[in-house]
């Protein structure tokens, strides 16, 4: 399957912030499209995320990457955090995934980034097992933690 992935901006609101509600759903949220149309259309209109939108041949929305811009203090460098990254169900296995993250790495390298960073749901196998072939290595030698505000 031919797709194009295009860096997404207010004329895509719709398409992104359905595939984001379908997202959420993926992590176990309720349906809230208008709520994620908000979110969305906040992090385009203050350039707080950059948004990397996947189109089918026929212009179907079939994917987006969405990065947030953070730092590395040991490396002083800037970093981007891959937060969501999401394939609807039905064009799984077609390279959609692949062809974001080929985005997303050509994007952080153009940005001059220390590194790309993600965080995945331990049973999610699928999305570890794209991850390790695209170049990605699981990090076991530091514990995280969350503060829940």
């Not at 994620?36 to 350039?47: D, G, K, M, N, V």
């Not at 800037?78 to 993250?101: C, H, Q, T, Y």
């Not at 290595?137 to 995280?144: C, G, L, N, P």
Request: net charge negative.
């Amino acid at each position: 399957m031919d797709v194009s992935i295009i860096p997404a901006n207010q004329e895509h609101l719709s398409d992104v912030a359905g595939l984001f509600d379908e997202y959420r759903q993926f992590y176990g949220q309720s349906s809230d499209i208008d709520a994620a149309t908000l979110f969305i259309s906040a992090r385009l209109e203050q350039a707080e995320s950059t948004i990397f939108l996947a189109l089918t041949e026929d212009v179907k929305a079939a994917g987006f990457a969405q990065l947030y811009p953070s730092f590395t203090s040991v490396s002083m460098r800037a970093i981007w955090i891959l937060n969501d990254l999401f394939v609807s169900p039905e064009l799984r296995g077609n390279g959609v995934g692949k062809a974001l993250l080929n985005e997303v790495q050509g994007f952080a390298l153009n940005t001059k980034a220390a590194m790309v960073k993600l965080a995945t749901a331990v049973d999610n196998r699928v999305a570890q097992q794209l991850y390790v072939s695209m170049g990605y290595t699981k990090i076991t030698q530091f514990d995280h933690y969350t503060l829940k505000c």
